[in-house]
């Protein structure tokens, strides 16, 4: 079974930084693009980040843009993301999302449950 | 960036009933639009990818039509489960975006 498990999530001050990492299990890691995406409290979803299979290639939302690193470990079958100089508008729950294909299609699926960011002094 | 909307924006309907929601893309996307289900609480679920194809274990009562600009998801008869959000996602260009969401509640 293909298993997503974000963490990392928490409380932040303003200009804070923060590292969520995403456990992949049941399936090929290595072989598929990987992406974040977030959901501010109550509103809608935002697409945040994407990196390829080999981590060569990284795109990230203007909003996000020199804030947000997005990474990962093949051999350890885990995705990051790091989060510098945050805002309270960054405050939201994260969402890892594996692509569909290996290809890299930006299509999400499946997705993890989610880690809650908040970011307020 | 591919701006999205979506309407309506909230609708009510009864178990039974025809449910038609429409998604327009800013700019052509050709197939490259998505459609996801999210209910409280729960992580987004992906129902129809490549505008047309039912992803796999999602019940054939959902189906998804339309190229260029406009897109629609159609639920055939709505069941109890399926009240929830509905979001359509553009895989076009390198900036992926979504949606403002159709909410879909019990009248």
């Known amino acids: 079974e293909v298993q997503l498990v974000e963490s990392g999530g928490g409380l932040v001050q303003p200009g804070g930084s923060l590292r969520l990492s995403c456990a992949a299990s049941?399936?090929?890691?290595?072989?598929?693009?990987m992406h974040w995406v977030r959901q501010a409290p109550g509103k809608g979803l935002v697409w945040v980040s994407r990196i390829n299979s080999d981590g060569s290639s990284t795109s990230y939302a203007d909003s996000v843009k020199g804030r947000f690193t997005i990474s990962r470990d093949n051999a350890k079958n885990t995705l990051y993301l790091q989060m510098n100089s945050l805002r309270a508008e960054d405050t939201a729950v994260y969402y890892c999302?594996?692509?569909?294909?290996?290809?890299?299609?930006?299509?999400?699926?499946?997705w993890g449950q989610g880690t809650l960011v908040t970011v307020s002094s | 960036d591919i701006q999205m909307t979506q309407s309506p924006s909230s609708l009510s309907a009864s178990v039974g009933d025809r449910v038609t929601i429409t998604c327009r893309a800013s700019?052509?996307?050709?197939?490259?639009l998505n459609w996801y289900q999210q209910k409280p609480g729960k992580a987004p679920k992906l129902l129809i990818y490549?505008?047309?194809s039912l992803q796999s274990g999602v019940p054939s009562r959902f189906s998804g039509s339309g190229s260029g600009t406009d897109f629609t998801l159609t639920i055939s008869s709505l069941q109890p489960e399926d009240f929830a959000t509905y979001y359509c996602?553009?895989?076009?260009?390198?900036?992926?975006?979504f949606g403002p969401g159709t909410k879909v509640d019990i009248k």
């Open positions: 999302a594996r692509d569909l294909a290996a290809a890299g299609t930006g299509t999400f699926d499946p």
């Open positions: 049941g399936f090929t890691f290595s072989s598929y693009w």
């Open positions: 490549a505008a047309s």
């Open positions: 996602q553009q895989s076009y260009s390198t900036l992926l975006t």
């Open positions: 700019q052509s996307i050709s197939s490259y």
